[in-house]
């Protein structure tokens, strides 16, 4: 089992940054896909970014050159780097991790971009 605990969330202005944070916990060795992935209401969930393990990363097209996304494995830990920040960014952010083969997911954070 792995648990996942997602920080950084929270309102900025259009411009504006946030770095969102990933922790996984559990009964694992080693982690090979983390990725962040996000929804608005009404709307189905989709791909922010991901990152292997031998750090290898994609990105959606809305968000090229502004996220970065990156991984401590020593830490167990994911990060998103948002800068440059859209009201159209606005969503809940999940992190998502998979271990043997099997999807986790976090509880989700709220990212609000005000304009």
């Known amino acids: 089992q792995v648990q996942l605990v997602e920080s950084g969330g929270g309102l900025v202005q259009a411009g504006g940054s946030l770095r969102l944070s990933c922790v996984a916990s559990g009964s694992f060795v080693s982690i090979n896909y983390m990725g962040w992935y996000r929804q608005a209401p009404g709307k189905q969930r989709e791909l922010v970014a991901a990152?292997?393990?031998?750090?290898?990363?994609n990105y959606a097209d809305s968000v090229k050159g502004r996220f970065t996304i990156s991984r401590d494995n020593a830490k167990n830990t994911v990060y998103l780097q948002m800068n440059s920040l859209k009201p159209e960014d606005t969503c809940v952010y999940y992190c998502?991790?998979?271990?043997?083969?099997?999807?986790?997911w976090g509880q989700g954070t709220q990212v609000t971009v005000s304009s």
């Open positions: 998502m991790v998979v271990v043997t083969g099997i999807n986790y």
């Open positions: 990152i292997t393990r031998g750090d290898s990363t």
